[in-house]
């Protein structure tokens, strides 16, 4: 199973937005926020997983995707909301970003955690039928 972008409780993603929301009035949104992420909740992955075991199916691809297209500034904009929060959003590119903590990165293993994070946000999330060849595609 190759789920997209899953939020949940202690997700790796939305949480940790939600957190830099919280902690900080300005938020750098890396490229404009222009990635898309179609995220499935971990619900529909659990379900899912246990929908694979029971079938005992072998050697089958699943690709896991929401229903739901989103740009990372409108999910950025709808964490500010949920948590109440009034932030500025700041046009980052990703070049610049990338190339600061590659080069924080050679004295610091933090930040080669935080290069491989920002390089994860720097890609589209996105699956659909005709461009995962050899997958199938599960909408829940």
Do not use: C
Request: charged content about 20%; proline content about 4%; hydrophobic content about 45%.
């Amino acid at each position: 199973l190759r789920p997209t972008v899953i939020y949940g409780k202690d997700d790796n993603f939305i949480s940790k937005i939600s957190a830099i929301i919280r902690r900080t009035k300005i938020v750098p949104m890396i490229d404009g926020g222009k990635y898309l992420w179609q995220p499935i909740s971990v619900i529909e992955v659990v379900n899912e997983i246990w929908d694979a075991l029971i079938s005992n199916q072998k050697n089958i691809v699943k690709t896991l995707a929401g229903k739901e297209i989103f740009t990372q500034k409108q999910i950025f904009k709808s964490v500010a909301e949920s948590n109440k929060a009034h932030v500025l959003f700041v046009y980052v590119p990703s070049y610049l970003i990338i190339g600061v903590l590659y080069m924080l990165s050679v004295f610091s293993p933090k930040m080669k955690e935080r290069l491989a994070w920002i390089l994860d946000f720097t890609q589209d999330k996105v699956y659909e039928p005709k461009k995962s060849f050899g997958t199938f595609l599960v909408n829940v």
